[in-house]
């Protein structure tokens, strides 16, 4: 298992590569940091290229080879989110003020003071992880991209950021899709402004019901949602916004044209397992999409459209899985898209 925390020290002063090993041994050993050294600027590039989540840099100012202002420089240039801590003495001011200026994110003074440097560590760990947890929160709120300034898209845009919009990962989740049926020919039939209100209006209670339960919105599709569900429970907290979302917009009547009201209705489909988790999109136009992938999504959309209108559906392997918190009632064997065999399916009634 990796370490929590990752931090290369530069300085080509053997001893501090042993001294720092000494004094945090514990946290070593319990896996809460990792140490890597380098003995100038040059060795510290690689060792970063080798060591992409290093979280922050220790870099001693006067090495052979390449410095620690010219090592500043590079990092601040190449990697913008990654912290760097300067160690020098009192005397080397001038140096302190230049690195600074470079982006330098703190500095402590020689001979180290070993309580001083573990509160700069921990002070800058934190302020590192406070810029990666903006930075996930962007990729995983589509409407945000949706909306963001332009400056902020150059910054996405730099060599760090495309680093993090490659990091992708397996995890457990329940997907759930919604649909609203019948839309479509709302869509066909009414003015512009009148079927994108619409829409926008059972998008803001799908939306709440799903915030409430604690998923998030992966995406719009037409007049769908994907959303996702992690972390404990996921499966159970899914399943009562699916139920929450039937019965908000089963209790809504909308007047059309001709006199005609709208009584809207969803078909949700449901489906627990590993996903993969990542961005995708094209580099070249610099646009992502971050979002989930593989057989449990496909399934909870095919689901979804096997479903009625104010139906929830989910496969025996989720019905299994969600256990007696819910009510249930078996449908039967189905065929869905792309499976071979047929499912068993039931529908979630309360």
């Given at each position: ?13 053997d001893?501090?590569a ?19 050294f ?24 006067n090495?052979?080879?390449m ?22 003495a ?8 230049v ?20 509160q ?13 947890d903006?930075?996930?929160?962007v ?12 400056s902020?898209?150059r910054?996405?845009?730099?060599k ?15 997907i ?6 019948g ?28 915030i409430?339960e ?34 908000s ?22 489906n627990?397992g ?6 995708v ?11 989930v ?40 064997e189905?065929?869905l ?14």
């Amino acid at each position: 298992m990796s370490a929590q925390y990752k931090i290369l020290v530069v300085d080509d002063e053997d001893d501090v590569a042993q001294l720092i090993r000494q004094k945090f041994r514990r946290q070593i050993r319990d896996g809460e940091f990792e140490f890597i050294f380098a003995q100038n600027g040059k060795e510290a590039l690689a060792r970063l290229q080798e060591n992409p989540d290093t979280e922050m840099v220790f870099s001693d100012i006067n090495m052979p080879e390449m410095d620690g202002l010219t090592l500043l420089e590079k990092i601040t240039e190449g990697s913008p989110l990654l912290k760097t801590v300067i160690i020098s003495a009192y005397s080397d001011m001038a140096n302190i003020r230049v690195a600074m200026n470079r982006g330098a994110f703190d500095f402590i003074c020689k001979p180290l003071d070993f309580q001083d440097l573990e509160q700069t560590m921990l002070k800058t760990l934190k302020a590192c992880r406070q810029i990666r947890d903006t930075i996930r929160a962007v990729q995983e709120n589509n409407i945000l991209k949706m909306y963001v300034d332009d400056s902020v898209l150059r910054f996405m845009c730099c060599k760090e950021y495309e680093s993090s919009l490659l990091v992708s990962e397996t995890l457990e989740a329940t997907i759930v899709f919604v649909d609203i049926n019948g839309f479509t020919s709302i869509s066909e039939r009414e003015t512009p402004d009148v079927v994108i209100n619409l829409l926008n209006k059972y998008f803001d209670i799908i939306v709440k019901a799903i915030i409430a339960e604690g998923g998030y919105v992966d995406k719009f599709m037409g007049d769908a949602v994907l959303a996702v569900f992690k972390n404990e429970q996921h499966l159970e907290r899914a399943i009562r916004a699916a139920l929450s979302v039937n019965e908000s917009i089963q209790s809504i009547e909308d007047p059309l044209s001709g006199a005609l009201t709208f009584y809207p209705k969803v078909s949700i489909g449901i489906n627990t397992g590993e996903v993969i988790s990542g961005n995708v999109g094209s580099a070249t136009l610099r646009r992502f999409d971050f979002t989930v992938i593989g057989d449990v999504v496909n399934t909870a959309q095919r689901l979804q459209s096997a479903a009625g209108p104010g139906c929830i559906l989910i496969n025996q392997d989720t019905f299994e899985k969600a256990g007696a918190s819910f009510k249930y009632q078996k449908i039967g064997e189905i065929s869905l898209k792309n499976k071979s065999n047929p499912v068993t399916v039931f529908e979630v009634v309360g």
